[in-house]
Structure formats: structure tokens, C-alpha cells
């Protein structure tokens, strides 16, 4: 399509009357919106005829009252000094039943090297002292530790959950 002077005419017109460009569009005929919009530029029709609207403004919706907020309070300077710390609410903490300490004899004792996939690997004292020592009784099929470690190691999954 292509603009001719009758049409160029009535895009003039139709602009000056206030039509937006899809309407221009459609009146014409045969050419998108986009081409309005750009016919309009190169003629340089941008000033626009005034809306129906009136200039009077609108009534503005009534502020809402504030909702009360916890007074914070105002420090220039470094405030982190000056400030007391709060004493954050401890947590509950139920206690564990406390285990009988687990007496192994010292025949039952292993050291790294004497330990296998049937001994018991709870490790006993301070690695770096010289009577650290494992457990090494005899511990349960498929897992590293005897039977009264393995209650120690391993917890039920509610009691984890509660925690």
C-alpha cells in the first residue's frame, strides 16, 4: 500500500481529530498501526488534539492510618557501642538421658591398625595422647559400631526431629 495524497490528507484529519493510531488504522484500511505511527512521525504530526478529559483532579482516597510499629531507636554515630544487647529468648533444651559410661576392657581395645569391618570403631580419648584407643568390641552386621555405641551414634528420628 502506499501513501497517496488523499490518504496522507485523511490520516492528517483523523489525527488532528484525536482518533488514536489502531483506529486511524482501521479507518484506512490496508496499513497497520505501526504504520500510522510512523507516518505520523515523518510528517511530524506529534502534537495531539486535546482529550475530552477534564483537568480537574480526581478526589484522592483517604490516607489509611499507620499501623503501630516497635519504636526503634535513633543512634548517630556507631550505635553497636551504645547499644545493650538484648537478651535473646534461650532455647529449650530437654537433656539427654545421661549413658552409663561404657567400660571396655582392655583385651576388647584397638588401635587404627588392629581394627577390621566386625570390630567396633568408636574412638576412645584424645587422638593425640598416647591412650586413645577404639572400642573395638564386636559390632552389629553392617554398621561400624557395637551395640551400645550404635544407640549413642544413632538416634531415633523423632528425637532428631523435636531437637
Not at 79 to 86: D, S, V
Not at 103 to 124: F, G, M, Q, S, Y
Amino acid at each position: 500500500m502506499s501513501w497517496t495524497d488523499e490518504r496522507v490528507e485523511l490520516l492528517k484529519k483523523l489525527w488532528a481529530d484525536g482518533l488514536s493510531a489502531s483506529q486511524i488504522a482501521a479507518e484506512l484500511g490496508g496499513v497497520t498501526r505501526n504504520a500510522v505511527i510512523g507516518k505520523v512521525h515523518r510528517l511530524g504530526l506529534a502534537g495531539r488534539a486535546k482529550s475530552t478529559r477534564t483537568t480537574t483532579q480526581r478526589p484522592r482516597a483517604k490516607p489509611r492510618p499507620a499501623k503501630p510499629t516497635a519504636r526503634v531507636p535513633q543512634f548517630s554515630g556507631n550505635a553497636a557501642l551504645r547499644m545493650e544487647p538484648e537478651a535473646a529468648p534461650q532455647p529449650v533444651v530437654t537433656p539427654r538421658p545421661v549413658l552409663e559410661e561404657i567400660v571396655i576392657p582392655e583385651a576388647e581395645r584397638a588401635t587404627i591398625l588392629d581394627l577390621n569391618e566386625h570390630r567396633c570403631k568408636w574412638p576412645v580419648g584424645d587422638p593425640t595422647r598416647e591412650d586413645f584407643y577404639f572400642c573395638g568390641r564386636h559390632s552389629g552386621p553392617g554398621g561400624p559400631y557395637c551395640d551400645d555405641h550404635a544407640k549413642v551414634a544413632f538416634q531415633p528420628s523423632s528425637d532428631r526431629r523435636r531437637s
